[in-house]
């Protein structure tokens, strides 16, 4: 896993979107094992008490779930991986409209680049 940290949030909320982020482009699978909490925080170089938080966290979101004396493991529900999906694209598509504002595109010059784009595609 490869996690390119900021300092805009904390680094346990970093490993869950990139985890989520994993989950949603089918690179980590409903059933599928996580990293033990101990060799995810080496390969990402960081604290095991923060991976620790991060795996918590999403045990509360019901995102994934720990078995004990084998591991933690993702969900397996629909419904988890269409909320996922839904949250990354709220997220994109708020973190474009940001950026185009920022540069003073309007909502209807963004619309037009979007389906100039989309058009582009096909």
Do not use: C, H, W
Not at 16 to 27: F, N, T, V
Not at 56 to 78: A, H, I, P, S
Not at 95 to 115: H, V
Request: no cysteine; hydrophobic share 30%; proline share 3%.
């Amino acid at each position: 896993m490869k996690i390119e940290f900021n300092t805009s949030k904390p680094i346990y909320e970093q490993v869950i979107d990139e985890i989520k982020r994993q989950i949603a482009r089918g690179e980590i699978e409903p059933n599928g094992k996580l990293p033990s909490q101990r060799e995810l925080a080496e390969e990402i170089e960081v604290n095991p008490n923060t991976v620790q938080r991060a795996y918590r966290e999403m045990e509360n979101q019901n995102l994934v779930e720990t078995k004990r004396g084998r591991g933690t493991f993702v969900k397996d529900d629909d419904k988890v991986i269409k909320d996922i999906n839904q949250q990354l694209a709220y997220s994109a598509v708020k973190k474009f409209i940001d950026e185009m504002s920022a540069i003073n595109y309007q909502q209807k010059e963004m619309i037009e680049l979007l389906k100039n784009e989309l058009e582009g595609r096909t």
